[in-house]
């Protein structure tokens, strides 16, 4: 199950859209109210998975979801369950 099979409504924020990967982490870290490194990439870097210093996993993208804790974003990122929406 991807992300379009989840019924995902996405909300870009279209000012980010142009940017690289460092500026979104750091807009989605003050709107989230934690720090979000950058881990990783999905789907030859369309999206880009981040953690916070609480061990969550993030989605980013022009928008950002997250997966959850450590153990449990593993688990979904195996199964393919997508992540749910925050921003």
């Known amino acids: ?3 379009e099979a989840a019924g995902l409504v996405v909300v870009e924020r279209v000012h980010l859209a142009h940017l690289g990967p460092r500026l979104r982490f750091a807009d989605w870290s003050s709107t989230v109210g934690r720090d979000i490194f950058p881990i990783g990439q999905l789907e ?10 609480t061990s969550e996993i993030y989605l980013i993208e022009t928008w950002v979801a997250t997966f959850g804790p450590a153990q449990e974003a593993l688990e979904k990122l195996v199964l393919g369950i997508s992540p749910r929406r925050i921003g």
């Open 44 to 53: 030859e870097g369309r999206f880009f998975l981040g953690i916070d210093e």
């Open 1 to 3: 199950m991807g992300l």
